[in-house]
């Protein structure tokens, strides 16, 4: 089985690179990058594909395009929208949406890109699978299967961060996952994508997400492995 491991920093991918066998690796325009490697028996490719719909977009379309995984996996960061949750604690997105989106002049749904859709889902097993494991590993903190909105803009503003929950019904906010699932439902791939809280959207998120970046990025090394060893 070939397994894409896909991120939008660095940073987010890092606890994973440092446990696989490296063996080749690609660059492809600024800033994504894309790593071949093995863990145990599964193929991998690692990939920092940038940050935004649009970097989000390009590189797991060249993830499929050029490597062809059987599965994509998107880890990585995000705003809590959902007063439940906390810093740490994890959601494995069951779809996204675009919350930048907005074509409503012209008779559309808020969110809905013309001729093309609104809401963007991963793959039931595989939610259901992560949804599992991260329970296993993260005893401590809470994981929520949810919705996740992206855009084009770091959110650090209760006011915005509301309206998007009550519009959206979204659980957290980051900038990629409706653009990765967008892109695997075009491709008719599986995948899903887990975020760990880095901050609240609110007035503190441009504090608290360097400084819980790091940190919460780790909880996603165990989770890939325990993955990894039943696949
Ligand atoms: N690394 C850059 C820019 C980070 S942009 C820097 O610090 O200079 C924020 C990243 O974290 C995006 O990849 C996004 O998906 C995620 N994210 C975390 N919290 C977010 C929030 N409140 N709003 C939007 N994106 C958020």
Not at 41 to 67: F, M, P, Q
Not at 202 to 207: S, Y
Request: charged share 30%.
């Amino acid at each position: 089985m070939k397994v894409a491991i896909v991120s939008a920093m660095p940073e987010e991918l890092k606890p994973v690179l440092e446990v696989v066998n490296i063996k080749k690796e690609e660059k492809f325009g600024i800033p994504q990058k894309f790593i071949e490697a093995k863990y145990k028996d599964n193929d991998l490719v690692l990939c920092v594909g940038g940050i935004g719909k649009v970097n989000a977009a390009i590189s797991t379309t060249r993830l499929i395009e050029k490597y062809n995984p059987d599965v994509l996996i998107m880890i990585g960061v995000a705003g809590a929208l959902n007063p439940s949750l906390k810093i740490g604690d994890i959601v494995v997105a069951k779809d996204a949406v675009y919350h930048d989106v907005d074509v409503t002049p012209l008779g559309y749904k808020i969110g809905e890109v013309p001729e093309t859709g609104i809401i963007w889902k991963g793959d039931e097993d595989l939610v259901k699978d992560f949804e599992n494991i991260c329970k296993e590993n993260l005893k401590d903190k809470k994981v929520l299967v949810g919705r996740i909105a992206s855009g084009d803009q770091f959110v650090a503003s209760k006011d915005k961060a509301n309206w998007i929950r009550e519009t959206f019904q979204a659980d957290a906010i980051e900038m990629e996952s409706a653009s990765f699932y967008h892109t695997l439902n075009l491709y008719g791939k599986k995948g899903v994508v887990l975020r760990a809280i880095s901050d609240s959207a609110d007035e503190e998120a441009n504090i608290d997400f360097p400084t819980f970046l790091n940190e919460v990025s780790q909880k996603f090394r165990d989770i890939i492995l325990s993955y990894l060893d039943k696949t």
